[in-house]
């Protein structure tokens, strides 16, 4: 019956591999991955539980439903497992839990770090009664070197398109360059609607949605999405303003479906409107927009929203540099998020404490022995750092030994690995249970599996 009184059901998609950072993720599942020796999986849940939720669903695999029990959480969380062997898209994973939904819900993705107050994506979504409204960020300048990649030229990442109108809260247009033909085009009948579009382009999708439960339905009914971001989102989007007979599904790889299902699905056959929502409306002045007159939202029944953050931190947790990047800052956001928070667990042995930053963490039975000093750097739990080591900039993962006179500076260091007497890792990437031999030399390496050096 509580379900049934809640306005919204919390969902955590925590079943991505993590494909973008596989020098991290092929010993551990993304989720699990520490920032801040906190796993990643533990900051989107915080946040939930900063909301007011008291319950999450998460979709995730078997491997990561063994440790969420040591979360430190007060959060039910009712946990869905999918293979780990399917391609499994996000769109899949609410299909997996629909039974279970019966609100509107929001969906957050385990990879999200942000200080962003939530209420901004949830208020927009009540006052304009939207299909979806989502949170996006300009994106952080990430200023850490990253290994492996010194002198090499960055890959472009694919820019989004991002039209919103003049509030910057409604959503009209979204695109991505790898689907345009060097062309951006935007229907006449969207400019006569919206004569003014501002389009962004250096903005973060948070990959955070609220999100009406008929979308839900209609995802259940047409299998042909498998991602919310890449494939629904846009759709939803540019359906907002298609013509009544023209809004069947009309998406890329849609014709084959049509022919197995013999019938298109009109996505607007499910959005249901709140009849005394309807009510009001046809007997209010108030409108969302000026310079005509039109009714409300110019008649749509799907209204897209964009919270677009002016200030404060939104990390997506997807690639090395973003990993690393929110690793150099937790010490500053971690404070905030969790007030008991220690930046030196109790239990860690530390000779000499005077030599660790304060800008640095050190985990749960870590010890450092004498003249070793740690700036700006996170150390996990139980490692082993012997005397004379200088580190600086790193990541130090869990179980991992150091032992004398090394020196570590800028680099990533995974789980269980050995860094042997006397040797200098600069900006590398060293993988998990790998040894580097004592008095080697290391720059700018990707150093994995079986002992052998892997340039990227």
């Not at 971001?229 to 298609?242: C, D, H, N, T, Y």
């Not at 304060?358 to 700006?376: H, L, P, Q």
């Amino acid at each position: 019956i509580e379900n049934h009184t809640m306005e919204f059901q919390a969902v955590l998609m925590a079943a991505g591999g993590g494909s973008r950072m596989m020098d991290l993720t092929s010993n551990i599942p993304k989720p699990l991955l520490l920032v801040g020796n906190k796993p990643l999986i533990w900051y989107p849940l915080n946040l939930m539980e900063r909301l007011g939720f008291e319950e999450v669903i998460v979709v995730t695999t078997k491997e990561v439903q063994k440790h969420l029990p040591q979360l430190d959480t007060k959060l039910k969380l009712d946990t869905v497992c999918i293979p780990e062997e399917t391609d499994m898209g996000t769109a899949d994973s609410l299909r997996q839990i629909h039974g279970k939904i019966k609100t509107d819900i929001l969906v957050v993705s385990c990879d999200l770090i942000t200080d962003a107050a939530l209420h901004e994506v949830i208020d927009l979504f009540r006052a304009y009664d939207a299909t979806v409204s989502m949170l996006m960020r300009k994106a952080h300048e990430f200023t850490e070197p990253v290994p492996g990649q010194k002198g090499k030229n960055k890959e472009a990442e694919q820019r989004d398109f991002v039209g919103v109108d003049d509030t910057c809260k409604r959503l009209l247009f979204m695109a991505n360059e790898a689907d345009l033909d060097d062309e951006l085009v935007i229907k006449k009948s969207l400019m006569q609607k919206y004569p003014k579009i501002h389009i962004k382009t250096a903005l973060v999708d948070a990959h955070l949605y609220c999100m009406k439960k008929w979308v839900l339905d209609f995802l259940v009914e047409n299998k042909s999405f498998m991602s919310i971001r890449s494939e629904l989102i846009p759709f939803l989007v540019r359906k907002q303003f298609a013509a009544p007979g023209s809004s069947q599904l009309s998406k890329t790889g849609a014709n084959e479906d049509r022919k197995k299902n013999s019938k298109s699905i009109d996505i607007l056959s499910y959005a249901k409107e709140d009849d005394l929502l309807n009510l009001a409306r046809g007997k209010s002045f108030w409108n969302d927009h000026h310079g005509d007159m039109n009714d409300p939202y110019h008649g749509t029944k799907l209204r897209c929203y964009v919270h677009i953050m002016k200030e404060g931190m939104c990390y997506r947790v997807n690639t090395l540099a973003s990993y690393i990047e929110a690793n150099r800052q937790a010490p500053r956001f971690m404070s905030a998020l969790s007030q008991e928070e220690t930046f030196i667990h109790p239990s860690a042995q530390i000779a000499d404490r005077y030599m660790v930053g304060t800008d640095s963490m050190i985990g749960y039975m870590t010890k450092v022995a004498e003249n070793t000093s740690i700036k700006r750097s996170i150390i996990g739990a139980s490692c082993t750092i012997k005397e004379n080591v200088k580190i600086a900039n790193s990541i130090i993962m869990h179980n991992v030994t150091i032992e004398e006179g090394c020196c570590i500076q800028g680099s990533v260091i995974c789980t269980r690995a050995v860094i042997e007497k006397g040797a200098d890792v600069k900006d590398c990437l060293v993988g998990s249970t790998l040894c580097v031999n004592a008095k080697s030399k290391h720059v700018n390496e990707v150093i994995v599996g079986n002992d052998r050096l892997m340039e990227i």
